[in-house]
Each structure stands twice: as C-alpha cells, then as structure tokens.
C-alpha cells in the first residue's frame, strides 16, 4: 500500500466562510498516483470543517443563518464561558462540531468517488488566521 500526504493551509478573512476545495484536492488524488484506495481530508483546528454538500450559494447561506442561530457569535464572557480564557470564538468551536471535522471520499480509477452534487469544502467559522488542512490519500 502507498500514501501520499500533503498539507493545505487557508487563512479566509471572514469570520464565517465557506470554500470549495474540491479541485484541490483532485489534483493531490492525482498526484499520488493512487489508483483505488481512500482520501482523508482532515481539518487540524478547532474552529475549522471539512465537509461534504452542494456547491449552491443559497445552500451555504442557509448553513450560515442555522450556524449562526445554533451557536451565535458573542465575544463576551457572559454568553460563553470559554471566553473567559481571553477568547472569543466559543461559537467557532461549537459550529466545527456541528460542521465536522474530516471526510474521507473513496479513490476509484484514480478518481474522488462521489454521488451526484457532492463537493468537499473547508468552512471558516473564526477567520482571520492561517489554519491547516490534512490530505492524506492511501491505496494502490
């Protein structure tokens, strides 16, 4: 078996933003030469997604406003506890849980298997600083 790993980093300057990452990470299966095996697309921070929907710019308001009214943003103290440590991006942590952290998408013929409409995207829920993606392909 073989492995191919590469890191992506993004650094979105919206708090809360959503990026198709798709091509990207097509052209890293690529790369590695794997035929049939397994792609790993891993988030490394704790207020960053990787996920898997439709690239529908109405959908990825709709996630937005359910985000937001799940887990609002509000730096103060008082609504979260965790920012008391000096931070303010509890809402952050808690929409990555919701979002996801990693996805792994089949290689068949060299290829991201996916059903219709599917794309992979990282989502941005406390922007502003560089964050790292994992992509680790494994097969033959």
Known sequence: MKSHTEYLTFQLPARMAFENITPTIAAIVNKS????GLCLVNAMHITASVFIND?????????????EGLAPFDASPQRYAHNRTGEDNADAHMKRQVMGREVVVAVTHGKLDFGPW???????????????????????
């Open 33 to 36: 030469g794997i035929q049939e």
């Open 55 to 67: 690239d529908e710019p109405g959908l990825h308001e709709d996630y937005k406003k359910w985000l």
């Open 118 to 140: 599917e794309q992979i995207f990282y989502g941005e829920f406390d922007g502003r600083r560089p964050k790292r993606v994992l992509v680790k392909v494994i097969g033959e």
